[in-house]
């Protein structure tokens, strides 16, 4: 008997040093009279069974080429249906029918693969079975050999082996793990799924076998145990719904799933507040980069920490004493009851989990690193109540948790605060969540979020536009933007009006259609102070229209006052909007900037096309500056100024440009560069750099970014005249003429 311990059958693998290993050793058998297997261990049972532990591959290769000796040339069988494989029960199985087939129409088939798959006999998920696989293989490849080498079919008796009985010695199997031996060692899943399964065969009589209902049964289940069920499952469907053709993974795939299992009923345990056991914490944090590697990676070797059984036993124990931990039978029969329902479930879905927006989990993939939002629908899928993964309530319910996920979930405290939210809270209504939400019934927990009461006002809203609306790329399950009216209160008012005009700005790929157009909607719209210059240093310019620019917009409480009016027009439709009476000097700034051309000018500017500008209040000054230089050369700077002759008026861009076009003075064009060409009519131009230069008569001028003017002079510049509050060309023509006396 090959013990579940052992590894599946290798020697049929297709890599190329395999394929070069079985290639010479099936040639020796066949063309050479003594062939010498070296030593086999194992242990011998009362029974008189043997079950190797060092020596699988060889004793199923003797086994291989007995039973096609027996089927096509009527040899001796030797006891084929000795061989047991209990490393999957889909393996003995296999065994079970290909010593019992007969084999008389094999000589119609070019090989043994395509006859045996062409019996009625043989099950499908046979083929996902990697001992299977190899089986199979191996036998084409003794078909093939026997085509080369017509009469010299190997007498197995003649092949010698030396046979050690690890009992007889006082050994047993732990050896194995310490020996070097021809076949790799077990990878950490075998391990972890034989003690899976020794763990759930004790002691689980009472727990709930109607999980296993949704199982794709084949057989007659009733009366089969827990444990029973458990085995049956995992060695057949479970196992096989993770099988990758392509990379042939498959235990690297189900371990993370069942480590991530763990990691979320560990979080979410209700006494999870008291596990301040170091052992136990620490094994739950090894987890996370544990379910961040590959299916080929998690199985290996090569890892700082490798999957234990202890990972997961974790889940359901707690401490005993300072030292040791015991195990916990409510939480254990807790634990396994959960993962079975989620393996049933998947299996039986057998399908991706999609967001609206098109983001989906696929938990076969064998690349798929658990980062924080997938550990969240994961959650999601495990607290869900329902009977199986379809059907319309579920999808209502992944819709709310993708929701949830996408706009709450941001690092493991996050994940944390949902997953447990999860569990306590919302699966109450998991297979009626819209009727939830809006029920008198929904009480918030006292810590919840602003996406959970989006998520409560949008069940007053018919469900197909809101459905529309957070299928949007840009959105993501957040429509708070379309939403929220002028007060900053949730609004269904004119929603679908609002989103058709969203519509008009942005395609489906998030990118903004008109650029030009959209930001100088967004102007019009905007108040300078917070949703342009955003306080003191902007992180977010006016000018970047990228997707992830307006979405970081979206997200940000401080640009809430321009959407209302941004959304209530389509692109191109807007007036200027001036929220009060005191802002007349930033009101000026956003016509400065509406200045035709302007925009243009920045966006094709070849200083400021990777770098748009931010707009900040710097030096009593409002300036633009490229977010990577903020040196003197690249700042633009803008006049502002309020109603009459306030003494903190600036207007000294609008007062150099009336002065250019009289052609009392010239902008000197080695120090100060034009932003807007000539050939662009604009009603004022703008120049580069934080100090303005110009010739006036005689002498050269500059007006600084403080605001003062002064004659360029090598020896001495101290001479200066503050412009604030100048508000005519002419009393500034009066300042230059009395600089120069």
């Known amino acids: 008997m090959i013990p579940r311990i052992q590894r599946d059958y290798a ?190 065969s004790n002691n689980t009589d009472a727990y709930d076998t109607s999980i296993f209902d949704n199982y794709p049964w084949d057989i007659n289940n009733s009366g089969m145990s827990f444990a029973k069920k458990w085995s049956y499952c995992m060695d057949r469907e479970w196992g096989n719904w993770f099988w990758h053709e392509q990379t042939a993974s498959l235990d690297g795939t189900l371990l993370k799933v069942i480590l991530a299992y763990t990691y979320i009923f560990l979080i979410c345990r209700d006494d999870n507040h008291k596990l301040t056991e170091s052992y136990i914490e620490r094994r739950k944090e090894e987890i996370i980069p544990l379910i961040k590697k590959s299916s080929q990676e998690i199985i290996s070797y090569n890892n700082d920490v490798n999957p234990q059984f202890s990972h997961i036993s974790i889940a359901y124990s707690k401490p005993k004493d300072e030292y040791n931990l015991i195990e916990d039978p409510y939480l254990k029969q807790e634990f396994f009851e959960g993962l079975s329902k989620l393996l049933c479930k998947l299996v039986q879905a057998n399908s991706n989990f999609t967001s609206l927006w098109g983001e989906k989990i696929d938990f076969r993939d064998p690349e798929l690193k658990y980062e924080n939002k997938i550990l969240g629908i994961l959650a999601s899928l495990i607290y869900y109540k329902g009977d199986c993964f379809l059907g319309k309530d579920f999808n209502n319910w992944l819709r709310f948790c993708w929701n949830m996920i996408e706009n709450t979930i941001e690092d493991s405290d996050t994940l944390v605060n949902f997953s447990r939210n999860c569990k306590r809270y919302y699966s109450q209504g998991s297979t009626h969540i819209e009727v939830w939400l809006n029920s008198q019934y929904a009480e918030l927990p006292q810590k919840h979020s602003e996406q959970l009461d989006e998520e409560i006002y949008k069940t007053s809203m018919p469900l197909r536009i809101v459905n529309k609306a957070e299928s949007h790329i840009l959105l993501k399950g957040r429509i708070r933007p379309l939403l929220i009216n002028e007060n900053g209160n949730l609004s269904s008012t004119n929603f679908e009006n609002r989103f058709n005009n969203f519509k008009t700005m942005f395609n489906h790929e998030g990118d903004v259609i008109d650029p030009v157009m959209f930001i100088r909607d967004y102007i019009l719209c905007a108040d300078t102070q917070n949703a342009m210059s955003y306080y003191y240093d902007s992180e977010w310019s006016i000018f970047r229209t990228s997707a992830s620019a307006i979405k970081n917009k979206f997200n940000d409480h401080v640009y809430d006052t321009v959407w209302p009016h941004l959304f209530n027009s389509p692109l191109g439709h807007k007036t200027i909007i001036q929220r009060n009476p005191n802002q007349v000097a930033e009101l000026h700034i956003r016509q400065q900037l509406l200045t035709p051309g302007f925009i243009e000018s920045i966006l094709n500017n070849d200083v400021w096309s990777k770098n748009k500008p931010r707009i900040r209040w710097y030096y009593g000054t409002y300036f633009l500056y490229p977010s990577d230089k903020r040196n003197d050369g690249y700042f633009i700077m803008l006049d502002w100024y309020g109603s009459g002759s306030e003494e903190w008026n600036r207007m000294a861009i609008n007062l150099l440009n009336i002065l250019c076009k009289k052609g009392l003075i010239r902008i000197n064009e080695k120090k100060t560069n034009f932003l807007i060409p000539d050939n662009i009519n604009s009603s004022i131009n703008f120049w580069i750099g934080k100090n303005l230069y110009f010739f006036y008569g005689d002498n050269e001028y500059k007006i600084s970014k403080d605001y003062n003017v002064s004659i360029v002079n090598e020896n001495d510049d101290s001479k200066k005249t503050s412009l604030i509050g100048v508000c005519t060309p002419e009393d500034l023509v009066s300042i230059l003429d009395h600089l120069c006396e």
């Open 11 to 200: 020697q049929g693998r297709t890599d190329h040093k395999t394929s070069h290993i079985r290639g010479n050793l099936l040639k020796d058998l066949f063309t050479k009279d003594n062939i010498f297997f070296n030593m086999i261990f194992g242990e011998g049972t009362e029974t008189k069974d043997f079950i190797p532990i060092d020596g699988q591959q060889r004793l199923t290769l003797l086994f291989l080429l007995v039973l096609y000796g027996h089927k096509v040339f009527g040899k001796e069988d030797l006891g084929l249906n000795k061989l047991h494989y209990a490393t999957r029960e889909s393996s003995s199985e296999f065994w079970r029918f290909i010593i019992s087939e007969d084999w008389s129409s094999l000589k119609c088939y070019s090989s043994v693969l395509e006859w045996c798959k062409d019996q009625s006999g043989f099950q499908w998920y046979w083929s996902m079975d990697p001992t299977v696989q190899s089986m199979l293989r191996v036998l084409d490849d003794i078909h093939t050999m026997c085509n080369l080498y017509p009469n010299h079919f190997p007498d197995v008796l003649t092949i010698n082996f030396d046979n050690h009985d690890m009992s007889k010695s006082g050994l047993n199997e732990t050896l194995y793990i310490k020996m070097n031996s021809r076949g790799k060692h077990l990878n950490p899943f075998e391990q972890i799924k034989s003690a899976l399964d020794a763990t759930v």
